[in-house]
């Protein structure tokens, strides 16, 4: 599975917050050790350094806030996720288990590790830390934990199971568009074009239009034989997005 194939809710907007700490030249060099807050800005620059694919200075601090705070489950996860960009597994799953360890019931550790999971194929332990960060109360992302474990099936594959994650995303949050989207191209697998229209429709009453929706609300007109509704999805594509893919794509298709 690539990494972009599943989202990390919170993985890298909650655990890489805004905040990290700068200087004027952008970053300090010297480790600090001595401050009562030293774990805290050691992560932040560990974090900061990791968004930057600064890979090798991120490791060396987030390894120095661990080793300050213990129990500092961010540190870990962020720690996690800088090994697995350095194609370290086992590394990787080491700092995630200390994730788990030190903060059992985080439910941003847990979606975050079940995404690391299903990364690996290991869907069985996926599911389970995924129902876990679902049920706890306090997840506020809910239907975004949801959408991981449903687009993790998908790729298991699992479809009664992706659906069922896909549909409880959508029952938490109605107008949640990755889940939307997906359940569009899930129907669409399924020559289920009919449906595939009403959840891409849902979808486009509440979110813009990327150049990928369009073309893909042309394709499924194309299925239904609405001609009509096709050729204004591929007009207003050109219209909108003139040197997107897609469009050259239709035009290409119209010579």
Known sequence: MTRNNLIVPGAICVFLMTGCISTSTGSITEPVRDDADAAELNYQLGARYYQQGTYGLARDRLLLATEIDPKMAVAFTTLALTYEALDNLRLATEAYNNAIRVAP????????????????????????????AIAHPENDDVEITATNAGMCMMEKPDVT????????????????????????????????YLGARAFLQRFMASHVSSASVLYLASKIEDMLGNDRGRVDFED????????????RKVLGAGK
């Open 161 to 192: 199971a992706a659906e069922a994650y896909f549909r409880d995303a959508l029952a938490r949050k109605s107008s949640h568009g990755d889940a939307l989207i997906q359940l569009c191209l899930l129907k669409y697998k399924q020559k289920e």
């Open 236 to 247: 207003q594509l050109i219209r909108e997005f003139p040197s997107a893919p897609e469009a």
């Open 105 to 132: 019931r985080d439910f941003n550790v847990q979606n975050a590790y079940a995404v690391f999971l299903c990364r690996q194929k290991d869907f069985g332990g996926a599911v389970k830390y995924f129902d876990r």
